[in-house]
T-cell receptor
Framework: AQSVTQPDIHITVSEGASLELRCNYSYGATPYLFWYVQSPGQGLQLLLK??????LVQGIKGFEAEFKRSQSSFNLRKPSVHWSDAAEYFC???????????FGAGTTVTVRA | DVKVTQSSRYLVKRTGEKVFLECVQD?????MFWYRQDPGLGLRLIYFSYDVKMKEKGDIPEGYSVSREKKERFSLILESASTNQTSMYLC????????????FGPGTRLLVL
């Protein structure tokens, strides 16, 4: 079964600074990978996903993620953070032959002025 | 625009009560999911359904049941609510196919007293 680890529980970043959130997955073959964001009091919104092809994936709100098979990672990045990026971020992994996703525990991002 | 709605944003129930959480999607999706979200644990799958009247247990089905009588509606039932079921409950839906993007509702925050 697949699983996800998000090593950072909480990250604080200054507005305008860059952001990188780590995600490591465990799966035997090429996984399907997702990043979701949850703003306070809201459901989850898809930021981006990787199924195959180009390992650098562009998403909404200026986010990108890079799939690195050798490191079993799918880290999320944003070059310049806005105050509205304060939220909880979840990485998820799925398999091509399975409906289900496995989610990480989440990383909470705080943006300071 | 895709839409998943949940019947309540907040619920307060007493121990032993029967609780119904309703979820409706308007995307004609085959798959529907119920998750529980707790701090530090991420999202854990309770049950999912891949077709009307079909269901499968997720990772934490104990104390819960589900019903899917119509394609667009997926209900989560707590037969006898307990305080350890106090949590945020998230519903999601996806189209057929392995690890398709899941679309989430806004969540129901349940407090069991």
């Amino acid at each position: 079964a697949q699983s996800v680890t998000q090593p950072d529980i909480h990250i604080t970043v200054s507005e305008g600074a860059s952001l990188e959130l780590r995600c490591n997955y465990s799966y035997g073959a090429t996984p399907y990978l997702f990043w979701y964001v949850q703003s306070p009091g809201q459901g989850l919104q898809l930021l981006l996903k990787y199924f195959s092809g180009d390992t650098l994936v562009q998403g909404i709100k200026g986010f990108e993620a890079e799939f690195k098979r050798s490191q079993s990672s799918f880290n999320l990045r944003k070059p310049s953070v806005h105050w509205s990026d304060a939220a909880e971020y979840f990485c998820a992994v799925g398999a091509p032959d399975d409906y289900k996703l496995s989610f990480g525990a989440g990383t909470t991002v705080t943006v300071r002025a | 625009d895709v839409k998943v709605t949940q019947s309540s944003r907040y619920l307060v129930k007493r121990t032993g009560e029967k609780v119904f959480l309703e979820c409706v999607q308007d995307m004609d999706h085959e798959n529907m999911f119920w998750y529980r979200q707790d701090p530090g644990l991420g999202l854990r799958l309770i049950y999912f359904s891949y077709d009307v009247k079909m269901k499968e247990k997720g990772d934490i089905p104990e104390g819960y049941s589900v019903s899917r009588e119509k394609k667009e509606r997926f209900s989560l039932i707590l037969e006898s609510a307990s305080t350890n079921q106090t949590s945020m409950y998230l519903c999601a839906s996806s189209s057929v196919g392995g690890a398709s993007t899941q679309y989430f509702g806004p969540g129901t925050r349940l407090l069991v007293l």
